[in-house]
């Protein structure tokens, strides 16, 4: 909890620093107030010198990322030369060739059921493209489109089943995250790297990476070491729609685990996410779908049975092709039953439904409710304690 301050304030420095457009060549001056700022408020135990400086910090790097000469250091000069070019281009027909594999491997005993295939590979590669059009749209008006974006619900239960494989292995505790890192990653790869695969992949790394230390895994932690690690160096991603709703949805659920009673977690759960998401969507989208909180309910245990079939189905491939089968006939079984419920539910009256275009201020009262419910949660849960 004591990092969530710090990212708030990167947060705020830079998105107001984006907002106000100011000039790039001024970046060195708010530098040097942040500076001033942690020395003076260090030296003088002011209680609010981290917040401050890393308010004025993050003001002055989004100032930067806007300099050619910010440009010209992201820019990679051994990539144009002609060796290494090719040496680049051979890693892409690599990983091309390990995607079209395991895309094989996926539809092992699906070969007669296309479509079933296609709901496989859609939910373990993010390949949506090859899923029929009604299809699509029944999961868009579902509000359920969100798991065939490989996000951290994927990464979180690829991470799960990866580590416990190596544990049965004999591995142990604090040395399996050593070989269970590097295979997320090249999942990640393979799949084209997709930001919310990049960002939940990076937290996952950062909350496996505290068993190997012997420290005490904190999810909430990993969230705050993936913000500002990630917002440090791209500062734009603070206006990314994309990264802005993976980072609100994640946290609303990292917060709402900390309050939730155990009967009715998932519930909890898939109120939080979808609440977070509401804003964005109502004022990006134009877009409100209700359904979603009935559909994303069901949807959402099935969308994990189907993950972890399909990736034990892949894994398995390569011992035995009739155990793949089964695995991924067990995982085509949950997709087409999401398929089913989503349909069902889109067809709800008030499911789904445009609205006008929310304002800045609408969302930020939106939010500010959200965490005034938040507080209140925990303090009655502090009473009763005490009672």
Wanted: glycine share 4%; proline share 5%; aromatic share 12%.
């Amino acid at each position: 909890m004591k990092l969530l301050p710090l990212c708030a304030a990167l947060a705020a420095g830079e998105a107001l620093s984006l907002w106000l457009c100011l000039s790039s060549a001024t970046w060195p001056f708010f530098a040097i107030v942040a500076a001033t700022t942690s020395s003076i408020g260090f030296a003088y135990q002011w209680r609010f010198w981290p917040v401050c400086s890393i308010f004025f910090f993050g003001f002055a790097i989004a100032l930067f990322s806007s300099c050619e000469i910010e440009n010209t250091l992201r820019t990679n000069p051994w990539m144009r030369e002609r060796q290494h070019y090719k040496a680049h281009e051979d890693e892409i027909i690599v990983v091309k060739r390990i995607k079209c594999d395991l895309s094989k491997r996926i539809g092992i005993g699906l070969e007669n059921r296309p479509q079933a295939a296609a709901l496989n590979k859609a939910i373990l590669l993010g390949e949506k493209e090859k899923l029929p059009k009604k299809t699509k749209q029944v999961f868009i008006e579902s509000g359920t489109m969100h798991l065939f974006a490989v996000s951290g619900f994927h990464v979180m239960i690829i991470a799960q089943t990866i580590l416990i494989l190596f544990l049965l292995l004999l591995c142990p505790y604090n040395i399996a995250p050593v070989f269970a890192i590097p295979v997320l990653w090249l999942y990640v790869f393979v799949i084209g790297c997709p930001p919310s695969a990049v960002r939940a992949s990076t937290m996952a790394t950062f909350y496996l990476a505290s068993t190997v230390f012997y420290r005490k895994c904190d999810s909430l932690r990993a969230w705050c070491q993936t913000f500002l690690l990630i917002h440090i160096f791209s500062p734009r991603m603070i206006i990314n729609i994309g990264s802005l709703l993976s980072f609100s949805v994640m946290l609303s659920i990292l917060l709402c685990l900390r309050v939730a009673p155990k009967k009715f977690t998932s519930v909890y759960v898939t109120f939080a996410a979808w609440a977070a998401g509401v804003p964005i969507a109502a004022r990006v989208f134009e877009r409100i779908t209700p359904g979603g909180l009935i559909a994303n309910l069901i949807t959402m245990p099935l969308a994990g049975i189907s993950i972890t079939g399909g990736t034990l189905g892949a894994l398995s491939s390569y011992v035995s092709k009739t155990i793949a089968s089964h695995l991924n006939n067990l995982s085509a079984l949950a997709c087409e039953n999401m398929t089913l419920i989503s349909e069902a539910v889109s067809r709800l009256p008030f499911s789904d439904y445009e609205i006008p275009k929310w304002s800045f201020t609408e969302c930020a009262l939106w939010y500010s409710a959200m965490i005034l419910s938040y507080v209140l949660v925990c303090k009655i849960k502090q009473r009763r304690r005490l009672i």
